[in-house]
């Protein structure tokens, strides 16, 4: 049938099963969002307060459900506000499109009006990216760009589509999507023998996983093999939810603000496995100590990642799920008691610990959210203090069920992706951990989750200052702070109320409960203004550049 380009990229969107879109209109996409109008009972758009919750909505939806998120901007300012959002899910291999329009093509390189080179800007932190110039290679690009966002490891893609293409007409033909297959060419029978020998011969095996088996799917075959070679297993924060946090093996999150346990274990093994993680300088602080008695058996998807940031003695290259599968069937039930009863004594000896007393405490806070959530809601979070109370003090009972910036770090990620994950998983209870400097760069997004519909509880962990910037400066500082005190006088109570949220404000452990029952209760737009003390901090930590013979724990802080 002969259609316009835009109603043919609204045919491509619904052939790829979209049925939400998050974006903001202008001028360059204008055709694009007439033909959306046309077909608003078929895809949900959300508009959102700025592009760039926009990219972040899009992100925590694709990380909620498993699908590619979808974004939309207009051109010049409107795609350049999404790069971060296209960076941090770059960064964190998150499948999502990014759709951009720009100038008419007799106008591009000409410094026109709100013109600019996306695709150029984009190109380092996504998967790949277009410019469609021609309308009759439109459709075609459109389902290029999902099956390459999904395909292997995951990540963004960007299309660049000029104006006129949006207003040229072709003809269209309505295909199926092209079947994603899971990565098993480069599984050798050789790299499979290998990795069996070497965890035959294991003693003291540990598991470190990490994003990677959540995006393969691959949390059963994950717990079944950490069963079949009786190894404990620690997760990076990207893989969290990957295993159940109640899992006896399970000895927490690895790495700068990991678990003691964790941290010594890998020390202590000889064969560290590492399945879908990449080594990042968050866990492998300190290359030249880091799991110094240990062999390195790497399972990833990407061979990009083998030898990159820590040599390995063997790998695997493939899909998480279809190398667990294979070495299920293939490895011979083990049993480590002496290495699993050293684990269970370190878990005992080296618990997460806070000072507890009167006062409110972040921790306490994400113990008694894990506690009535039941593992059961969906927590995002922004980047700082809270973000690693929110991976140290909750438990995850599933995966996709906690959504964080992991590589980037990107302040002001959380309520965005919340939002997404909320269109996404209507049927969960979602929080956006904040802190208040991150609130301050994304609270407009209240707006979004209002006006839409979308219910997201914020609990704002107020300290009134930039908490982890601060952690540093006091401790590696000599306490100069600079510039992170924030000096605002902004009521964000009455803040919430200007958005039509419904405010809470906590001051007491007592008031904790009270305030998170009534949030879930009221399925509403929720901010839990929550005070807590200015130098609170988070422990365990390893220092910058050093190892985990050099962690500082709460009892060394407290003792120091």
């Given at each position: ?10 045919e ?10 998050f ?34 909505a899009?992100?925590g ?49 000409k ?37 390459i ?28 999507p092209?079947?994603?297959e899971?990565?098993?060419d480069?599984i050798?029978?050789g ?7 070497l ?19 691959a949390?059963e ?17 990207m893989g ?22 964790s ?18 300088d ?16 790497h ?29 299920n ?5 083990a ?19 806070y000072?507890?007393g ?6 306490y806070i ?6 009535i ?22 438990d ?18 959380g309520l ?15 929080f ?5 400097g ?28 930039l908490g ?45 409960d ?12 929720c901010?839990?203004?929550c ?30």
């Open positions: 049938m002969l259609l316009n380009g835009s109603e043919i990229l609204v491509c969107l619904k052939e790829q099963g979209v049925d939400i879109i974006g903001y209109p202008g001028g360059s996409v204008l055709n694009i969002y007439d033909a959306l109008y046309k077909h608003r009972n078929e895809i949900k758009h959300y508009l959102t307060s700025h592009e760039q919750g926009a990219a972040h899009a992100d939806y694709a990380r909620a459900t498993g699908k590619v998120g979808v974004c939309l901007a207009t051109s010049g300012p409107g795609a350049t506000n999404l790069v971060t959002g296209i960076a941090t899910a770059y960064m964190d291999s998150i499948p999502m499109v990014a759709i951009t329009g720009n100038v008419a093509l007799p106008l591009l390189g410094d026109s009006f709100q013109e600019v080179d996306i695709a150029g800007i984009t190109m380092p932190v996504t998967k790949h990216n277009f410019i469609v110039k021609d309308v009759n290679k439109l459709a075609d690009t459109i389902r290029r760009a999902f099956y966002a999904k395909e292997g490891r995951p990540g963004p893609v960007l299309v660049d589509i000029t104006k006129d293409v949006t207003a040229a007409m072709a003809e269209y033909e309505r295909k199926e092209k079947k994603v899971r990565r098993v480069d050798t029978d790299d499979i023998k290998k990795a069996v020998e965890i035959k011969s294991s003693e003291r095996p540990f598991v470190y996983a990490g994003g990677g088996v959540i995006s393969s799917d949390s075959e994950l717990v079944e093999f950490i069963d079949k070679i009786d190894a404990p297993i620690c997760l990076s924060a969290l939810g990957g295993v159940p946090s109640y899992n006896e093996r399970f000895t927490g999150m690895i790495g700068m603000h990991g678990t003691k346990t941290n010594l274990l890998v020390n202590e093994c000889d064969l560290l496995i590492a399945v879908g993680a990449r080594f990042s968050r866990v492998a602080t300190n290359i030249a100590k880091f799991a110094p008695d240990a062999k390195v058996l399972i990833d998807v990407d061979a990009a990642e083998i030898n990159k940031n820590v040599n390995a003695y063997s790998s695997v290259i493939g899909d998480c799920k279809e190398v667990l599968k294979i070495l069937e293939r490895v011979e039930i049993e480590h008691k002496e290495w699993m009863e050293k684990v269970k004594a370190y878990k005992a000896e080296f618990p997460l610990k000072a507890e009167n006062e409110l405490k972040p921790q994400m113990e008694r959210i894990s506690e959530t039941k593992g059961e809601a969906i927590i995002a979070t922004e980047v700082g203090q809270h973000q690693m109370w929110a991976c140290q003090f909750i995850y009972k599933y995966p996709r069920h906690f959504l964080t910036s992991g590589g980037l770090g990107t302040m002001g990620y965005g992706a919340a939002i997404g994950a909320k269109a996404g998983r209507p049927d969960k209870v979602v956006n951990i904040a802190g208040d991150c609130f301050y760069m994304n609270n407009i997004e209240l707006a979004t989750s209002v006006a839409n519909d979308l219910p997201v509880i914020v609990v704002l962990i107020n300290n009134h200052v982890m910037v601060r952690q540093w400066q006091n401790m590696f500082y000599d306490a100069r702070y600079s510039n992170t005190d924030l000096d605002k006088a902004t009521d964000f109570l009455k803040l919430a109320e200007a958005y039509k949220a419904v405010p809470f404000n906590v001051t007491k452990p007592e008031e904790v009270d305030a998170i029952k009534k949030a879930i209760e009221l399925n509403k737009t901010v839990i203004n005070e807590i003390d200015i130098d609170e901090k988070v422990f365990p930590m390893i220092p910058a550049g050093k190892s985990a013979d050099d962690m500082i724990t709460f009892d060394d802080f407290e003792e120091n």
